[in-house]
C-alpha cells in the first residue's frame, strides 16, 4: 500500500502559467517532506522542503504547501519555464527526518512553450 | 556538482552473469542508500547503511546484496543477473540525521539483463 501517492502521473502547463503538482500522504507519523526533480538518465535533485511546524515555504519560483489536516502537500512553480519540464518526486520521513524517505511515484511535468 | 558517482552509467549484461554496480560518494556521509526504480514508478528502498559495517535491507524485496566495508563505498551486487533485475538503480548519500535537503543522489545505473 503506498503511503505516499502522487495521483497524476503527468501535467501539461504553458510557459510562464502556474504548475500545480499534488502529493498525498498516509502516514500520520510523517513529518518532514521533500520535493526531488529528476531529468532522464540523472539522479533526483533536492528541490525544495517542508517541515510539519510550517505550512508554507518558499524558494524563488518555488513554493510548497503543506495542509496536515488534510495529509496533502502541494507543490507550485511559478511561472513555469520549459526548463521545469521533469519528473517530480515527492518524498515523505517520520522523526525529523530520523526515518528513511518513502517517495511517491512521480508526476511528469511538461512546460510547453 | 556530483559528490556521489555510479559506474556504470549504462550496463547490458547476460542472464545467470554476476554484476557488481559501483557507488562512491566524497561528502563523508554515514548513510548511504541504493534505490530501485522502474519508469514511471516511484523509488523503492532496497538497501541501505548507517556506516561502515552496517548493512539493512529496504522496503523492497531483492535479491541484491551489498557491502560497507569504507564510508566512501557502498557497491551492490547481483550474483545471478535475470530479466527481472532489468532496471534503474539509484545510489543515494545523507548526513546521519539528514540535512535539509535530504539525500544526494548519483546519476544512476541502468541495467538491461537479457
Known amino acids: 500500500d503506498q503511503q505516499v501517492k502522487q495521483n497524476s502521473p503527468s501535467l501539461s502547463v504553458q510557459e510562464g502559467r502556474i504548475s500545480i503538482l499534488n502529493c498525498d500522504y498516509t502516514n500520520s507519523m510523517f513529518d518532514y517532506f521533500l520535493w526531488y526533480k529528476k531529468y532522464p538518465a540523472e539522479g533526483p535533485t533536492f528541490l525544495i522542503s517542508i517541515s510539519s511546524i510550517k505550512d508554507k515555504n518558499e524558494d524563488g519560483r518555488f513554493t510548497v504547501f503543506l495542509n496536515k489536516s488534510a495529509k496533502h502537500l502541494s507543490l507550485h512553480i511559478v511561472p513555469s519555464q520549459p526548463g521545469d519540464s521533469a519528473v517530480y518526486f515527492c518524498?515523505?520521513?517520520?522523526?525529523?527526518?530520523?526515518?528513511?524517505?518513502?517517495f511517491g511515484p512521480g508526476t511528469r511535468l511538461s512546460v510547453l512553450p | 556538482e556530483a559528490d556521489i558517482y555510479q559506474t556504470p552509467r549504462y550496463l547490458v549484461i547476460g542472464t545467470g552473469k554476476k554484476i557488481t554496480l559501483e557507488c562512491s560518494q566524497t561528502?563523508?556521509?554515514?548513510?548511504m542508500y541504493w534505490y530501485q526504480q522502474d519508469p514511471g514508478m516511484e523509488l523503492h528502498l532496497i538497501h541501505y547503511s548507517y556506516g561502515v559495517n552496517s548493512t539493512e535491507k529496504g522496503d523492497l524485496s531483492s535479491e541484491s546484496t551489498v557491502s560497507r566495508i569504507r564510508t566512501e563505498h557502498f557497491p551492490l551486487t547481483l550474483e545471478s543477473a535475470r530479466p527481472s533485475h532489468t532496471s534503474q538503480y539509484l545510489c543515494?548519500?545523507?548526513?546521519?540525521?539528514?540535512?535539509?535537503?535530504?539525500?544526494?543522489f548519483g546519476s544512476g545505473t541502468r541495467l538491461t539483463v537479457v
Open positions: 561528502m563523508g556521509h554515514d548513510k
Open positions: 518524498a515523505a520521513s517520520g522523526r525529523n527526518y530520523g526515518q528513511n524517505f518513502v
Open positions: 543515494a548519500s545523507s548526513e546521519f540525521q539528514g540535512p535539509a535537503g535530504g539525500y544526494t
